[in-house]
């Protein structure tokens, strides 16, 4: 590793002392589960990456996929399979979200609490992006619903 990076993980691991020192045994829980989170992630997206280099290699090399049984030829991929780009709906959504859980996180923090208003533009941020996120996911799973019901439907008429 770089010194920069061992630098980082010197302000990181002290960082971590200090949150142990202040927060007590909350703090130690909170050090394990941020470096669960951070190690799956990591080697999440390195066993996606070399799945995905693997995978485009095979395509290079020309493999096609093995035939079905009985010597059938496979089935053409669903699009579920391939990847696409989700459109305006996924966006759209995560705006939405946004919108409406950064107002009311604001609102919420002003009138229930006794927070400043800087507290509450802070609160209103964090409302804002966990509403992104759930307005992204449900785009995300109406978008799968709704190709998957679409390719049912198609299959059954092909029949």
Known sequence: ?????????????????????????????????????????????????????????????????????????????SLLERRTDMGRLARVSAGIGAACGGLAGTAALLLMTASSPAGAALGGVSSAVIGGLLGFLGASFFEVVRTSLREAIAAERGR
């Open 1 to 77: 590793m770089r010194p920069a990076t061992y630098s980082w993980l010197a302000v990181v691991v002290a960082v971590a002392c200090a949150a142990i020192g202040w927060l007590g045994i909350a703090g130690w829980l909170a050090v394990v589960v941020a470096a669960a989170c951070v190690g799956m992630h990591v080697a999440g997206n390195a066993i996606g990456t070399r799945l995905r280099e693997a995978t485009d290699d095979d395509l290079r090399r020309g493999r096609r996929r093995p035939a079905g049984p009985r010597g059938l030829p496979a089935a053409a991929p």
